[in-house]
């Protein structure tokens, strides 16, 4: 998301993010190579994941979008449909904050149950299915 060629944000602008939260720069192929490999080589010596959030945070900052409140909403809703399987999401105030964990993406065909009628199929209608319970767009609050 971040690191996407046509969306994401500009070199420069990853260089600058990582250099403030005291990420070492490394070497890629593109945008996203070279994000990724600076994270996780941090994430590595550190043995934990703070230089992630450290850089999500950064690079979320409302203040970094007053001239293209668009551009936070688009990157806000990119980010969240993935952080939404470790059951965080960028808030409007562009800080990670904890929500519902995914266990399944929405639409993915779920076994019915002992209680299902019936004999056990497979049913993407079923009022069980977990996904019930999330926010029907990323960027609503939880």
């Excluded at 993915?108 to 004999?119: E, K």
């Amino acid at each position: 998301m971040l690191g996407d060629t046509a969306q994401g944000l500009t070199g420069r602008e990853i260089g600058q993010l990582l250099a403030a939260v005291k990420v070492p720069d490394v070497e890629g192929a593109n945008k996203r190579d070279r994000l990724a490999g600076a994270l996780l080589a941090q994430q590595e010596r550190q043995q934990a994941s703070n230089c992630v959030i450290a850089f999500i945070t950064a690079a979320m900052a409302p203040v970094r979008y007053a001239q293209q409140p668009h551009a936070f909403s688009h990157r806000q809703d990119d980010l969240n449909e993935v952080l939404v399987h470790v059951g965080l999401r960028v808030n409007d105030e562009g800080r990670l904050a904890r929500g519902p964990a995914a266990a399944r993406l929405p639409g993915t065909p779920v076994r019915c149950g002992p209680s299902c009628a019936g004999a056990p199929r497979i049913r993407r209608c079923c009022a069980t299915a977990p996904w019930r319970s999330w926010p029907r767009t990323p960027s609503t609050p939880v």
